[in-house]
């Protein structure tokens, strides 16, 4: 597994739908404006059951406006990225959070590993971490980065 930086990234980010020019060895990764948010929670309904095939029947889908979206404290979303991925056989992604996002008390709520030959936009889990404030999220904020390595094997 080796690293893609310099000339080999921006060829890469070439095929990367509405991305911005890579840093040298990893690519910003910016805030769309479609999120999901819980939704109020019934009487009825106490428990959400962990299943793969019904992950967001507590959700509902908003638009994050302009001006920005405010998570409020101990508050968990989900948030579509910018950029559209369409991953080579060869090429594997891996996404950390921006340490400037994570200092201010937004966590991304697992790692995200962008397979090879998958396409799709990214769909960040967005937590709040802080106690008493909220934060506000802006569509076109780079809260990600994703380094590429190549893996080996077919290339296109």
């Not at 001006?67 to 991925?85: D, I, K, N």
Request: glycine share 8%; charged share 20%; hydrophobic share 40%.
């Amino acid at each position: 597994m080796k690293l893609i930086k310099g000339q080999a990234l921006e060829d890469l980010c070439a095929n990367i739908k509405d991305c911005l020019p890579p840093n040298y060895t990893e690519l910003d990764i910016r805030l769309g404006n479609k999120g999901w948010v819980e939704k109020e929670r019934s009487s009825s309904q106490r428990i959400h059951c962990l299943n793969p095939k019904d992950w967001n029947s507590h959700l509902k889908p908003i638009d994050i406006p302009n001006q920005g979206y405010s998570l409020p404290a101990w508050r968990f979303m989900l948030a579509e990225t910018v950029e559209y991925f369409d991953m080579p056989l060869h090429v594997q992604g891996i996404m950390t959070l921006r340490s400037w996002a994570a200092k201010s008390g937004l966590e991304q709520s697992s790692s995200l590993t962008l397979k090879p030959g998958w396409s799709g936009y990214l769909i960040l889990e967005l937590f709040n971490s802080l106690a008493t404030y909220d934060l506000l999220l802006k569509p076109g904020l780079a809260i990600a980065q994703i380094q590429f390595f190549d893996i080996g094997g077919e290339h296109e």
